[in-house]
């Protein structure tokens, strides 16, 4: 299985890293490959994380906002693709560990209040983001259960998701990120599945 053979790359007795960090982390990298960045070309993966629990006084059950944030480990292109993957995967993991505290999320906040309208995406970007254990499959508006589910328009190069495929088909997921052509795509398929 993927997963697993992407998995015993990164981890070992000392670090234990989730599925998450090396599924996001492969993609990373594959996507550097497959646009063919340049080796000094800075490129950052945005790691959307909840902050619900993370502040203090942590925000109540109830409440209906957003309290997303985008972590944005950096790194350049060259980094990426000579280094192992656990490389990629420890840069995202360290990232989310630094960003889990009230204090992150409160410079963020302010951050946000002096920079209203940042620019997030660059060509060399990429994001990820989980929608796994969304219980998307168990949704029913009164004629049955969805056949399938997933973004209904991606406008973004780089920007993906992990989606949980659909109930009777395998437990595996399915990966959306569309990026700038048909022969970037192509290439993105081979260095993913090239393992």
Not at 8 to 21: A, L, M, V
Not at 28 to 56: G, Q
Request: charged content about 20%; overall charge negative.
């Amino acid at each position: 299985m993927l997963i697993n053979q992407l998995k015993s790359k990164c981890n070992n007795d000392e670090i234990w890293f989730s599925t998450y960090e090396v599924i996001a982390g492969h993609v990373w990298r594959c996507s550097c490959k497959a646009r063919e960045l340049k080796d000094d070309k800075k490129t950052t993966i945005l790691v959307p994380f909840d902050n619900r629990s993370r502040s203090s006084p942590p925000l109540p059950n109830a409440y209906f906002g957003n309290a997303v944030f985008c972590i944005t480990p950096t790194a350049t292109s060259g980094e990426l693709i000579s280094k192992p993957l656990s490389y990629a995967v420890s840069l995202i993991h360290e990232t989310l560990m630094a960003s889990a505290n009230d204090e992150y999320f409160r410079s963020a906040l302010d951050f946000l209040e002096l920079h209203p309208s940042i620019p997030t995406f660059k060509s060399s970007s990429v994001s990820f983001s989980s929608w796994v254990r969304l219980p998307i499959y168990e949704a029913d508006f009164g004629w049955g259960q969805p056949l399938y589910m997933g973004p209904c328009m991606i406008n973004t190069a780089g920007r993906s998701f992990l989606i949980p495929n659909p109930p009777g088909s395998d437990d595996g997921f399915t990966l959306v990120i569309p990026l700038e052509s048909q022969y970037h795509t192509n290439l993105f398929k081979k260095y993913f599945y090239d393992i």
